[in-house]
């Protein structure tokens, strides 16, 4: 027998892990600044954009020295960039554990044809960072999106190391703590922990990595939205908000709207807070129920954004079928959107925990995930 359905329901249901829930006080009406219709190149125009770059840096704690640009494409976008851009100089390592790590694999391997050591892990494990060599160039995500599993810290990143780390933090930059030291290249999106609009990433650049763009030139041909670099020197321009192509302003404005937000609830550290209470109220939940557990085996490495879960059943454990069930029954009942796994990730369920989603939201959807469960084993008992 099924609990009954739960009497509250979380005020905002809308749990995707990409794009991600708005910032709590989201208005349309915020955005009224936005110079719509005018050049991304005017003087108003450019000045929003070097807003966004210098609140990036002052909120995330960017140092000076290092410089932050707005690309398009995204995430994807940014990371591509630094890819086709700087690799090639040196022999390269590959780090995955997840579906987007192993997808900058193929780019590099198929596309750019280098022959580079990969090493990966399974869904809920961690490539042991401390095995890789950091006189290469390293890729790899700061947290697996679709695992769940992040890295702990940098400390296994030696300071005199000769390659370039490349680090995609989509999912992590604005809610966990990142040594730019360690990050010689480093890029997120606006979509993720500060729910921001698509098709915009930051590609921020150490020195290391700046002096690499300026002293090497890769061997195959680079697309317009690729290039860095003119005449052998960094086109300071991108990082000063002369954007390579025309940006939304109205999702610049968004993005403004997101970091004076971020700043009332107390900056990075106010952010960090958030997204680990939200986690804490899912951890309190599995230790409290034998049926699921999280996908990420390691506590210490466990992703406070990207949350995901696993039945523990055996009937159900590998049951796609199953945790589609769940989440098509919470969809339907308004409670919680998008949460199911990732495509190419076990079975399961994604449930966003990032900064911008509020935890009496995360505590008033759990009870209805319980109910959920017991509703769908009670529906396959009566149609055994």
């Given at each position: 027998?099924?609990?009954?359905?739960?009497?509250?329901?979380?005020?905002?249901?809308?749990?995707?892990?990409?794009?991600?829930?708005?910032?709590?006080?989201?208005?349309?009406?915020?955005l009224l600044d936005a110079p719509l219709g005018r050049s991304h190149r005017a003087t108003r125009g450019k000045a929003k954009l070097k807003t966004a770059i210098e609140e990036t840096r002052d909120i995330l704690g960017v140092p000076e020295s290092y410089k932050i640009g707005i690309v398009p494409a995204s995430d994807t976008g940014a990371v591509e960039m630094a890819m086709w851009s700087l690799l090639g100089a040196r022999k390269t390592t590959m780090v995955a554990w997840e579906s987007f790590g192993a997808g900058w694999v193929t780019d590099v391997i198929k596309q750019l044809k280098l022959d580079a050591e990969v090493l990966s892990a399974d869904y809920g494990d961690i490539v042991d960072m401390r095995r890789v060599d950091y006189d290469t160039d390293v890729v790899f995500t700061w947290n697996g999106t679709t695992s769940g599993v992040r890295m702990q810290n940098g400390d296994m990143i030696p300071n005199d190391r000769q390659g370039l780390t490349i680090c995609d933090a989509t999912s992590a930059a604005f809610a966990m703590d990142l040594p730019w030291d360690k990050l010689d290249v480093t890029?997120?999106?606006?979509?993720?922990?500060?729910?921001?609009?698509a098709s915009h990433?930051?590609?921020?650049?150490?020195?290391?990595?700046?002096?690499?763009?300026?002293?090497?030139?890769?061997?195959?041909?680079?697309?317009?939205?690729?290039?860095?670099?003119k005449n052998g020197k960094l086109i300071d321009g991108i990082f000063e908000g002369a954007t390579i192509n025309t940006p939304s302003m109205l999702a610049v404005e968004d993005y403004l709207v997101a970091l004076d937000w971020a700043r009332s609830v107390g900056g990075?550290?106010?952010?960090?807070?958030?997204?680990?209470?939200?986690?804490?109220?899912?951890?309190?939940?599995?230790?409290?129920?034998?049926?699921?557990?999280?996908?990420?085996?390691?506590?210490?490495?466990?992703?406070?954004?990207?949350?995901?879960?696993?039945?523990?059943?055996?009937r159900i454990l590998e049951a796609n079928s199953f945790a589609k069930s769940i989440a098509k029954r919470l969809e339907a009942e308004g409670v919680a959107f998008d949460i199911g796994a990732y495509r190419d990730a076990p079975a399961g369920l994604r449930i966003w925990c990032g900064g911008t989603v509020e935890t009496s939201d995360i505590e008033a959807m759990l009870p209805w995930l319980l109910w959920a469960f017991e509703s769908e084993i009670d529906a396959q008992s009566q149609a055994a």
């Amino acid at each position: 027998m099924s609990t009954l359905k739960p009497a509250t329901r979380p005020a905002n249901p809308r749990f995707s892990s990409g794009p991600c829930a708005k910032i709590p006080t989201f208005d349309l009406s915020l955005l009224l600044d936005a110079p719509l219709g005018r050049s991304h190149r005017a003087t108003r125009g450019k000045a929003k954009l070097k807003t966004a770059i210098e609140e990036t840096r002052d909120i995330l704690g960017v140092p000076e020295s290092y410089k932050i640009g707005i690309v398009p494409a995204s995430d994807t976008g940014a990371v591509e960039m630094a890819m086709w851009s700087l690799l090639g100089a040196r022999k390269t390592t590959m780090v995955a554990w997840e579906s987007f790590g192993a997808g900058w694999v193929t780019d590099v391997i198929k596309q750019l044809k280098l022959d580079a050591e990969v090493l990966s892990a399974d869904y809920g494990d961690i490539v042991d960072m401390r095995r890789v060599d950091y006189d290469t160039d390293v890729v790899f995500t700061w947290n697996g999106t679709t695992s769940g599993v992040r890295m702990q810290n940098g400390d296994m990143i030696p300071n005199d190391r000769q390659g370039l780390t490349i680090c995609d933090a989509t999912s992590a930059a604005f809610a966990m703590d990142l040594p730019w030291d360690k990050l010689d290249v480093t890029t997120f999106s606006w979509q993720k922990v500060l729910g921001g609009e698509a098709s915009h990433g930051m590609l921020i650049l150490s020195p290391r990595a700046i002096e690499r763009l300026e002293s090497y030139t890769p061997a195959w041909p680079l697309p317009k939205i690729f290039r860095l670099t003119k005449n052998g020197k960094l086109i300071d321009g991108i990082f000063e908000g002369a954007t390579i192509n025309t940006p939304s302003m109205l999702a610049v404005e968004d993005y403004l709207v997101a970091l004076d937000w971020a700043r009332s609830v107390g900056g990075l550290s106010g952010l960090i807070g958030r997204a680990n209470a939200n986690t804490q109220a899912i951890e309190r939940f599995v230790a409290e129920h034998d049926w699921i557990e999280f996908l990420a085996k390691d506590p210490q490495t466990r992703s406070n954004t990207s949350v995901c879960l696993r039945f523990q059943d055996s009937r159900i454990l590998e049951a796609n079928s199953f945790a589609k069930s769940i989440a098509k029954r919470l969809e339907a009942e308004g409670v919680a959107f998008d949460i199911g796994a990732y495509r190419d990730a076990p079975a399961g369920l994604r449930i966003w925990c990032g900064g911008t989603v509020e935890t009496s939201d995360i505590e008033a959807m759990l009870p209805w995930l319980l109910w959920a469960f017991e509703s769908e084993i009670d529906a396959q008992s009566q149609a055994a």
